[in-house]
């Protein structure tokens, strides 16, 4: 069965600073795998995605997750914060099916 | 991407009462999903809704209480019938693109309160 699992309901960076969002997962196949942002009182937003292709993706805002295998992670990074990467994170799998499981969310907060 | 679109944004409604949210896409897709967050909550999928065929409901979700339709490729319609406080939560549609790979595009959600 697959599940994620999201280390750290809450994480606060400064401005500036790297930003790791933790992200593991289970599946029984090789998985399909996602990061979703919220920002407040909106819809998700599909930031990047892993597909079998290269381990390590890039996505939009200057974000990008590496697919390691071997620790069944699938973490998402940023350089540098910015205050607009304030919002809720979740991280999500497919086991080839359109049915999305996703964590139970990362909220970020940016320290000015 | 789709461009996705919800009707109501929010509402508020009185327990016991029914509301129907719209969903509506820019493009013609296949598959159409809905999904509930609740409050401080992550996402779990309601149903899914191909055109032309009855909507699939996950384990703890049944027709009578989410009834859905999907009258053409564009569009969408989540019913949430007889509604108690328990059902307060943010409902989103989102849609498969159609790239094989299993994304979901989402819309902006629809904020539901119940008193």
């Known amino acids: 069965a697959q599940s994620v699992t999201q280390l750290g309901s809450h994480v606060s960076v400064s401005e500036g600073a790297l930003v790791l969002l933790r992200c593991n997962y289970s599946?029984?196949?090789?998985?399909?795998l996602f990061w979703y942002v919220q920002y407040p009182n909106q819809g998700l937003q599909l930031l990047l995605k892993?597909?079998?292709?290269?381990?390590l993706v890039k996505g939009i805002n200057g974000f990008e997750a590496e697919f390691k295998k071997s620790e069944t992670s699938f973490h998402l990074t940023k350089p540098s914060a910015h205050m607009s990467d304030a919002a809720e994170y979740f991280c999500?799998?497919?086991?080839?099916?359109?049915?999305?499981?996703f964590g139970t969310g990362t909220r970020l907060t940016v320290i000015p | 991407s789709a461009v996705i679109s919800q009707k109501p944004s929010r509402d508020i409604c009185q327990r016991g009462t029914s509301l129907t949210i719209q969903c509506q896409v820019d493009?013609?897709?296949?598959?159409m999903f809905w999904y509930r967050q609740q409050p401080g909550q992550s996402l779990t999928l309601i149903a899914t809704?191909?055109?032309?065929?009855?909507?699939?409901?996950e384990s703890g979700f049944v027709i009578d209480k989410f009834p859905i339709s999907r009258p053409n490729l564009t569009f969408s319609t989540l019913t949430v019938s007889n509604m108690s406080p328990e059902d307060s939560s943010i409902y989103l549609c989102?849609?498969?693109?159609?790239?094989?790979?299993?994304?979901?595009?989402f819309g902006p959600g629809t904020r539901l309160t119940v008193t």
């Open positions: 599946s029984s196949v090789p998985p399909y």
């Open positions: 809704a191909n055109q032309g065929s009855e909507a699939t409901y």
């Open positions: 892993y597909t079998s292709a290269a381990t």
């Open positions: 999500a799998v497919s086991e080839g099916s359109n049915n999305l499981f």
């Open positions: 493009s013609q897709v296949t598959m």
């Open positions: 989102s849609v498969d693109p159609g790239t094989g790979v299993y994304e979901q595009y």
